[in-house]
């Protein structure tokens, strides 16, 4: 018992739809690394990113679920709420991504069964069933944790705080087909693309990380925290508004690029999709920006979660 006479264990942790969810989280998690471990398998970039989601994921929701039953996010000099659900989205989405790399990258329809390539198929088919059912359990987790009329919550559980969670990792894909092979350096315009990329993520994180810290009341602003970031938002969305306009010249236009796919291009290494990629999520972001900006004009800041 503690000196107020409560328990040093959380029973809410754990007997609560979210102790539930997380749970749910921990088992599903530990049974695709223990299945990938022994037989299905994972190799080449793709594997190991699916593998480092499931682990990190894995090893968050742990230390998560540990710290809420023993009470210890109380001692911590940080926002925890808002570190929680903005781990919850980010768990989301990378499940949502691997949930679908893993199988197009490791799944056949067929197999030899004399070397024991059936098995093997059918451990990936659990891995892409158990890791799909996962990408549930962590959105549930978001839903139970989101913003609600009448309630005081942090700024990471309200519709734009999740927003911002999605448009970083957005230009995390965005970055990840810049680097293969997408031949941005070939003219000026998609150089000034890569800035708005950079620029818009950097400032997104820092964002996120100054709300899950608990300090943007204490930073040195001439105006609040939250005019700030709605000016940042206006920005972000005319910045990739143009980048929007300008890629898709720049890469798809018969004067700098080819408009169709190139015959012969390899399907893991062509040009063309990586740039397509880029565009495809150029304009996802750019939505995102936008709605998150509508959201803004609709929330009040809280710089730290309420108790």
């Not at 092979?181 to 997104?204: A, D, K, W």
Request: glycine residues 6%; hydrophobic residues 50%; charged residues 10%.
């Amino acid at each position: 018992m503690d000196p107020q006479g409560g328990h040093y264990l959380n029973k809410a942790a754990v007997l609560s739809p979210l102790g539930a969810a997380r749970m749910l989280q921990l088992l599903l998690g530990c049974t695709i690394i223990a299945l990938v471990a022994h037989s299905a398998g994972y190799n080449h970039a793709y594997g190991i990113y699916c593998m480092f989601v499931w682990c990190f994921c894995f090893a968050m929701t742990l230390l998560v679920f540990t710290m809420d039953v023993t009470r210890l996010p109380c001692c911590m000099p940080i926002s925890w709420d808002n570190l929680t659900v903005a781990f919850a989205m980010l768990a989301t989405l990378m499940y949502v991504a691997a949930s679908v790399v893993y199988p197009v990258y490791f799944l056949r329809s067929q197999c030899s069964k004399s070397d024991g390539g059936c098995e093997v198929r059918n451990y990936r088919i659990a891995v892409t069933v158990c890791s799909s059912f996962c990408c549930f359990a962590y959105a549930a987790e978001v839903f139970l944790t989101r913003a609600k009329p009448g309630h005081v919550v942090g700024y990471m559980a309200t519709m734009s705080g999740l927003l911002k969670v999605v448009q970083a990792f957005v230009a995390c894909i965005i970055f990840g087909a810049l680097a293969n092979g997408s031949e941005y350096n070939r003219h000026i315009p998609t150089h000034y693309c890569v800035v708005v990329y950079s620029l818009c993520f950097s400032i997104t994180v820092v964002v996120i990380a100054v709300t899950v810290s608990g300090k943007a009341s204490a930073l040195p602003l001439r105006f609040p925290f939250d005019r700030f970031v709605i000016i940042y938002t206006f920005l972000a969305t005319l910045l990739y508004l143009s980048a929007a306009l300008v890629w898709p010249i720049f890469s798809f236009d018969r004067k700098y690029g080819t408009p169709g796919r190139p015959d012969g291009c390899p399907w893991e290494n062509c040009p063309w999709d990586s740039k397509l990629v880029v565009a495809v999520f150029t304009h996802v972001n750019m939505v995102l920006y936008f709605s998150d900006l509508i959201y803004s004009q609709r929330i009040r800041f809280v710089s730290h979660s309420a108790a």
